[in-house]
């Protein structure tokens, strides 16, 4: 009986602070880790998010705050970071990188009823079949597969073989572009998957050379995809096309590290700058300063969106209830510099923004546009 | 079997030579330290990470060549291995059984945990110009750096040899690995030459890890997997027997590369260790060792 007076003193304690100060919102990113490289954006994007809301005066009359929890590279430590966002309190949680990641931790928003809105990670079974509790706003595993494998098809590809890590979301990918492939009468010739940790692909490149594909399909995070080129270079792997499912090929840190060897390859990616929405010219500008200097990533601008539709939400609900920010996230349709943003029920997905990719190829040791026609492409080169 | 298959076949043999040839190098270490002192140092690979490392600090400050490295690696290596003899495992005294794999082990931790906080969590590489060079031998192509490996690895191994063979350093290290009793009567001071040979495992594993550096990125916990490969290596040949590692490397390279090349990457760590489980069940010495005798 203390103990719950005492309870329900704190929470009428805590809850006359807020009214006053801001308003507080959950978001979890790698700020340390294996994915520290995708956190360091994505903190970018918040910041830049954060500032532009608050600079439009916030949200009912208050400034908003992000409570910024790191999930360390790690599923367990993920759900941790979840789970101290839940007892903050939080109306709703901005949720990260990597889909091994989001999917144990969308999970258990979702039990505890707190709208999870995913910013990045896009393994499909995430929303496919989703819950109510779980919201995306980038685009699923299967548009990463399909605007590369529209570029094998629009450019009479026979075959192309796959190498896919076996995280979630290589996994994703991978399985989206077999699927595609069926669709669009490709073969897949090779099919090779791989665990983390795996630093030497030379044998099963040289598989993958003798079978002789027009293109080659990979999917795998930073470090693997900078292994991944230098060794299929190195052991003469030549077909038409080098295709990365964005991750680690979509990052400037690809091109800087893999040097020369990151030539022509092309990458899905979810954001560039050269996209035809209002205000990502200017977005480009404010993250990269927030960047101090760097070319931001997709993810920054993700995370930027995310700040936005979790504060848009905030503001239709009227406060911080989590059953109305959830209702609030259904209705909501909103022009964001990264896209628009509208949560359908669609294909077997549920709450989930239908948003299609686009291709950037490198070029001169950097990223241009290439796919689709709404991004003014340069012509794609190909390597024979 | 068609020419491209034969030749995807022979190159998949020969880079998985070159790459034997490096768990050669890292075997190397180890069993010379078991050789001589009966400890199995379980923080091989920790020591391979700080070769990778000094490499990197050293590219990112200087931009100096990674194999030049070398020069400041394998020192650094000796150093620290003669230290760590010294001062922590020569103290263990009778327990030096047990207690050098809780101290092997703890070491490693310490290690990961430094480089950890010095250079963070994330991978990391270096971008030489010559990181995807090749040249070309009969339609099989040869990645360079990986070539400067194996000629790396075959020349520390041959260095070793004249070494334990031709000089009289080497006498007392091999005075000391058949009997330490003995050797300290015949005035070999025995502590000095244990301290000697764990600087030089240590140095083989930075040594090692310098000649990956061109060809692998680097995180703290990198060296994890290359202490089993290493274990594996110096029980495929005998513990304790150098020459046996050696083999013991290159049966590892290759039986790995072609099980990832016919069968599938993802098993790739384990042709290694059902071969590890064969050799154990079939010849518990080892390919060419001999049972270690007991006094």
Do not use: C
Request: aromatic share 8%; net charge positive; glycine share 12%.
């Amino acid at each position: 009986m203390h103990k719950a007076a005492l309870l329900a003193l704190t929470l009428a304690v805590t809850g006359a602070a807020q009214a006053q100060g801001t308003i507080k919102i959950g978001a979890i990113t790698s700020v340390t880790g294996r994915f520290a490289e995708f956190g360091k954006m994505q903190l970018a994007g918040f910041k830049v998010g954060v500032a532009e809301v608050n600079r439009k005066g916030g949200i009912l009359g208050r400034k908003i705050e992000l409570i910024i929890e790191d999930n360390a590279s790690d599923v367990n430590k993920g759900l941790s970071a979840a789970e101290r966002l839940v007892n903050a309190g939080v109306p709703l949680v901005i949720n990260e990188y990597s889909s091994s990641l989001v999917k144990a931790q969308a999970q258990y928003l979702a039990r505890q009823k707190v709208p999870a809105l995913v910013i990045t990670s896009s393994g499909d079974d995430i929303t496919k079949p989703g819950s109510d509790y779980v919201y995306r706003l980038n685009q699923p595993a299967t548009e990463y597969a399909r605007v590369l494998l529209n570029i094998f098809r629009d450019n009479k590809f026979k075959s192309f073989a796959v190498i896919a890590g076996t995280g979630a979301f290589e996994k994703s990918v991978a399985d989206a572009a077999k699927e595609i492939a069926g669709e669009y009468g490709l073969t897949v010739l090779e099919d090779q998957r791989y665990d983390r940790g795996l630093t030497d692909f030379r044998p099963v490149l040289n598989r993958i050379k003798a079978r002789n594909p027009d293109g080659i399909l990979m999917v795998s995070y930073a470090e693997d995809s900078v292994a991944l080129i230098r060794q299929a270079r190195e052991v003469g792997l030549r077909p038409r096309l080098f295709a990365g499912g964005a991750a680690g090929f979509a990052l400037p840190e690809f091109v800087k590290d893999a040097g020369s060897a990151a030539e022509n390859v092309v990458t899905a990616t979810a954001w560039i700058p050269q996209l035809r929405y209002a205000g990502t010219q200017k977005l480009n500008v404010e993250l990269k300063k927030a960047l101090g200097g760097q070319e931001p990533s997709y993810h920054a601008a993700q995370a930027y969106a995310g700040v936005l539709v979790a504060a848009e939400a905030i503001r239709r609900a009227g406060g911080t209830d989590r059953e109305k920010v959830r209702a609030a996230l259904g209705s909501l349709t909103m022009q964001t510099a990264f896209g628009p943003i509208q949560f359908k029920d669609y294909e077997g997905f549920r709450n989930q923004n239908p948003l299609a990719m686009v291709a950037q190829q490198v070029q001169g040791g950097a990223f241009v546009p290439v796919y689709p026609k709404s991004v003014v492409p340069r012509a794609i080169k190909f390597e024979r | 079997m068609d020419q491209a298959s034969l030749t995807a076949l022979l190159q998949t043999l020969a880079q998985g030579l070159l790459t034997g040839g490096l768990y050669a190098l890292i075997g190397t270490g180890l069993s010379l330290i078991f050789g001589v002192m009966r400890v199995i140092n379980f923080a091989h690979g920790d020591f391979l990470a700080i070769g990778m490392f000094i490499t990197l600090a050293l590219f990112r400050s200087f931009n100096l060549d990674p194999y030049l490295s070398l020069l400041v690696a394998a020192p650094a290596g000796f150093a620290l291995g003669f230290v760590i003899q010294r001062f922590v495992l020569a103290r263990l005294g009778d327990r030096l059984g047990e207690g050098s794999m809780l101290a092997t082990l703890g070491i490693g931790l310490i290690v990961s945990n430094t480089l950890l906080l010095t250079f963070g969590a994330q991978p990391q590489n270096i971008n030489v110009p010559y990181a995807t060079n090749t040249f070309q031998l009969g339609g099989v192509q040869i990645s360079i750096p990986l070539l400067i490996a194996g000629l790396g690895t075959v020349t520390a191994i041959v260095g070793l040899n004249l070494l334990l063979y031709r000089t009289e350093l080497g006498r007392a290290i091999r005075a000391t690995a058949q009997n330490p009793l003995g050797a300290e009567l015949q005035g070999v001071k025995t502590t000095q030459i244990q301290a000697i040979v764990f600087g030089l495992g240590v140095a083989f594993a930075a040594i090692a890890g310098v000649l990956l550096m061109p060809l692998l990125y680097a995180f703290p916990t990198v060296g994890e997997n290359y202490t089993t490969k290493a274990f594996i290596v110096t029980v495929l040949g005998g513990l304790g027997n150098l020459p046996g590692a050696v083999v013991g490397g290159l049966v590892l390279g290759v039986i790995e590369s072609l099980g990832a090349f016919y069968v599938s990457n993802n098993y790739r760590d384990a042709y290694g260790l059902v071969a590890f489980l064969l050799v154990l069940l079939l010849r518990p010495e080892g390919l060419f060792g001999r049972t270690v005798k007991r006094v």
